[in-house]
């Protein structure tokens, strides 16, 4: 394969993350749902 080709390769996957990123900083900044969220505890349980 081409290095060019290489080079477009890479170059689309690094904008790919750092658009992830940027979308990720902004849920949280609202304080939107975010991927790493905990489940909530289940209702009618919990501890005493």
């Known amino acids: 394969m ?3 080709l ?3 390769a890479v170059l689309v996957i690094l904008v790919v993350i750092g658009i992830s990123a940027v979308v ?3 849920r949280r900044r609202r304080g939107g749902p975010v991927v790493e969220q ?3 505890p289940p209702e009618g349980g919990g501890e005493r």
């Open 2 to 4: 081409e290095w060019w």
């Open 6 to 8: 290489w080079l477009i």
């Open 24 to 26: 990720t900083q902004a």
């Open 38 to 40: 905990h489940p909530p």
